[in-house]
């Protein structure tokens, strides 16, 4: 991808990712950085900032990711190592929390259980345990306390 798609992709899904409440910090934290330090050495040479809160408001549109593009050109933003990196950076925090462009989930849970969706997601469903991490020499017990089994 080259720098200019990079940073648009990264304004337009850190804009989409930073607006949803159940989103981390992190990614919150990740676009409001990206989009201070566009504003800080770009805002003065183009109409960066309007074409910002055009992608803001409007994430999904490929027209005002248009007009973002063409204000990054004019601003030479694609030439400035600083800015590429910390767009990648934010890319790289979206794919890690499944929030990457491009990517949806659906889900439908019909009966008891549970659904895990993303990245690292577990889900275990009525009566289930889900155990993560370095499991060696575990004991296996039942719902009723029996001992079914020992790991060493």
């Known amino acids: 991808m080259d720098p200019i798609t990079?940073?648009?992709?990264?304004?337009a899904a850190g804009a989409a990712a930073a607006a949803k409440e159940t989103v981390g910090q992190a990614v919150k934290d990740g676009y409001a950085g990206l989009k201070a330090l566009l504003l800080r050495k770009f805002g003065e040479k183009a109409d960066l900032q309007g074409a910002i809160q055009g992608v803001e408001k409007k994430p999904d549109s490929d027209a005002r990711?248009?007009?973002?593009?063409?204000?990054?050109?004019a601003a030479g933003a694609g030439q400035d190592a600083e800015v590429v990196r910390q767009a990648r950076e934010l890319l790289n925090l979206l794919k890690a929390q499944g929030l990457e462009p491009g990517t949806s989930?659906?889900?439908?849970?019909?009966?008891?259980?549970?659904?895990?969706?993303?990245p690292g997601a577990v889900a275990a469903g009525e009566r289930g345990v889900a155990i993560g991490g370095d499991?060696?020499?575990?004991?296996?017990?039942?719902?009723?306390?029996k001992?079914?089994?020992?790991g060493d």
């Not at 990079?6 to 304004?11: G, L, N």
């Not at 990711?65 to 050109?73: A, D, F, I, W, Y």
């Not at 499991?135 to 306390?145: A, E, F, H, K, R």
């Not at 001992?147 to 020992?150: H, M, T």
């Open 147 to 150: 001992v079914v089994g020992k």
């Open 65 to 73: 990711k248009g007009v973002l593009k063409e204000e990054l050109e």
């Open 105 to 118: 989930y659906h889900a439908e849970l019909h009966g008891s259980g549970a659904i895990a969706q993303g």
């Open 135 to 145: 499991v060696s020499g575990s004991v296996i017990v039942t719902g009723d306390q």
């Open 6 to 11: 990079t940073i648009v992709t990264a304004v």
